[in-house]
């Protein structure tokens, strides 16, 4: 039987992974992509699948409610990607945060609960793994699991704290078949170029610096975009109602290691550094302990491991200049204008 999945925010960089891992990996499965387009979700990182049988986009709004009413009513499964996402943005207005990822995903609950009273379709909320806040650099032995409790440090981090917190809510108060998943840092093709990895490798390209915060003694676990599109669909398959499962690449390193992996790669030295002001509220260290989805589920990451997964990737940004360009100058915009009639 052909599952049909609804996935918001299927335009922004892990949505339009998913939506190309799902289509090749499952013949059996349709999406349909429901994304408002905000500055980060681009079009066009989808645009070749137009014409494709099981794909369909549709432009609206998670916070509307008779939307995503008749749309859960047309799919099997929901995956909840949709949300604002960069702490940068998250410091200087909060408030689109807490609109998208607070009241959006109480929206498509609720949504859900009019399309499916009965609880049979499945529901994949996907967080991130900021929402536990952060870890020593001097106890590598500790790590997120699924019974960290949240201490989000940024306005992002606590809106998708809420967002989590409401999804076991609804769980829990009105028995919704639904599984929560909290990442680590995701990279690969098609992200949006104010990410670290995308920006520092586009800047060099360009013969720009790469802005380095603070120390760059900051810690982070790296996991390849199609891992966690793997993992992905095995919560959504063989996760447990009411489960929390931690996603990690088993892959951390400091900024500042990256940085000089990502220089080393392209034939820059030190020199291409230029050290800047730290952000506030800066996490030191983030670790995922993902023993409980490779114990329940059977997944864990086979393409994150660096050098060749890092070599990868800034080798699809030096082959697609011009999708990045176009997105780092906005000239996508007016593929969005002619496509979808403007903002």
């Known amino acids: 039987m052909s599952t049909r999945i609804l996935l918001t925010g299927g335009a922004g960089f892990i949505g339009s992974n998913f939506v190309r891992f799902v289509l090749r990996e499952r013949p059996d499965c349709s999406i349909i992509n429901l994304d408002s387009l905000t500055y980060s979700g681009n079009p066009e990182s989808l645009s070749d699948l137009d014409g494709e049988p099981r794909y369909r986009f549709v432009h609206g709004n998670i916070l509307d409610l008779e939307l995503t009413t008749e749309l859960i009513k047309e799919c099997d499964v929901v995956v909840h990607m949709a949300a604002e996402s960069h702490v940068d943005r998250s410091i200087i207005d909060a408030r689109p945060f807490i609109e998208s990822n607070v009241l959006g995903t109480q929206?498509?609950?609720?949504?859900?609960?009019?399309?499916?009273?009965?609880?049979?379709?499945?529901?994949?909320?996907?967080?991130?793994?900021?929402?536990?806040?952060?870890?020593?650099?001097?106890?590598?032995?500790?790590?997120?699991?699924?019974?960290?409790?949240?201490?989000?440090?940024?306005?992002?981090?606590?809106?998708?704290?809420?967002?989590?917190?409401i999804v076991r809510a609804y769980c829990h108060t009105f028995g919704i078949n639904a599984c929560t998943t909290n990442c680590s840092n995701n990279f690969g093709p098609y992200q949006f170029p104010e990410k670290v990895i995308p920006l520092f490798v586009t800047n060099l390209i360009e013969g720009?610096?790469?802005?380095?915060?603070?120390?760059?003694?900051?810690?982070?676990?790296?996991?390849?975009?199609?891992?966690?599109?793997?993992?992905?669909?095995?919560?959504?398959?063989?996760?447990?109602?009411?489960?929390?499962?931690?996603?990690?690449?088993?892959?951390?390193?400091?900024?500042?290691?990256?940085?000089?992996?990502?220089?080393?790669?392209?034939?820059?030295?030190?020199?291409?550094?230029?050290?800047?002001?730290?952000?506030?509220?800066?996490?030191?260290?983030?670790?995922?302990?993902?023993?409980?989805?490779?114990?329940?589920?059977?997944?864990?990451?086979?393409?994150?491991?660096?050098?060749?997964?890092?070599?990868?990737?800034?080798?699809?940004?030096?082959?697609?200049?011009?999708?990045?360009?176009?997105?780092?100058?906005?000239?996508?915009?007016?593929?969005?204008?002619?496509?979808?009639?403007?903002?």
């Open 107 to 165: 929206t498509l609950l609720d949504a859900l609960r009019r399309a499916d009273p009965d609880n049979t379709k499945r529901f994949v909320h996907v967080s991130t793994d900021e929402v536990f806040g952060d870890l020593p650099l001097d106890q590598l032995e500790v790590k997120f699991t699924e019974a960290t409790p949240f201490a989000p440090s940024s306005p992002y981090s606590a809106s998708k704290a809420g967002s989590d917190m």
């Open 208 to 343: 720009k610096k790469v802005p380095l915060y603070g120390d760059g003694k900051n810690v982070r676990d790296w996991l390849h975009v199609e891992d966690h599109c793997e993992a992905l669909l095995a919560v959504l398959e063989k996760g447990a109602a009411g489960e929390t499962y931690c996603i990690g690449g088993n892959n951390e390193r400091s900024n500042l290691e990256l940085t000089h992996s990502i220089l080393a790669a392209m034939g820059k030295d030190e020199s291409s550094i230029e050290y800047v002001t730290d952000r506030l509220g800066h996490d030191r260290r983030y670790a995922i302990d993902a023993t409980k989805i490779k114990r329940d589920l059977g997944w864990e990451p086979t393409r994150s491991a660096w050098p060749g997964a890092l070599e990868n990737t800034i080798k699809w940004y030096v082959e697609n200049e011009t999708w990045w360009h176009r997105v780092k100058s906005g000239e996508y915009l007016s593929y969005y204008e002619k496509q979808y009639g403007g903002r």
